[in-house]
């Protein structure tokens, strides 16, 4: 079973940036072949879809976040990144990365908070 583990979130200012990582384990050769994803949850609300990447490469986004964040992947390292930009304090939330269906077992998250 594929397992994901989330790193590099924080405090951070309004405006700065962060960018999390997603180690898939598990996986092995056929990690490239995914579609991945970010989704993000805040307490007491539903799990958002925040952005996907095919095994292409091609990306898709929510428009909250569109222009703002980038999604990437280094299949070598069977990993998945989020390059966060121009923080917003809405972008405040636990951060979970899976498979596009969103069908793999959930890992712990990682926490962005953007506050002054």
């Known amino acids: 079973q594929v397992q994901f583990v989330e790193s590099g979130g924080g405090l951070v200012q309004p405006g700065g940036s962060l960018r999390l990582s997603c180690a898939a384990s598990?996986?092995?050769?056929?990690?490239?072949?995914?579609?991945m994803a970010w989704y993000r949850q805040v307490p007491g609300k539903q799990r958002e879809l925040v952005a996907q990447?095919?095994?292409?490469?091609?990306?898709n986004y929510a428009d909250s976040v569109k222009g703002r964040f980038t999604i990437s992947r280094d299949n070598a390292k069977s990993t998945v990144y989020l390059q966060m930009s121009s923080l917003k304090p809405e972008d405040t939330a636990l951060y979970y990365c899976?498979?596009?269906?969103?069908?793999?077992?959930w890992g712990p998250g990682t926490q962005v908070t953007v506050s002054s």
């Open positions: 598990g996986s092995g050769i056929f990690f490239s072949t995914y579609l």
């Open positions: 899976n498979f596009g269906s969103g069908a793999g077992s």
């Open positions: 990447i095919r095994s292409s490469g091609s990306t």
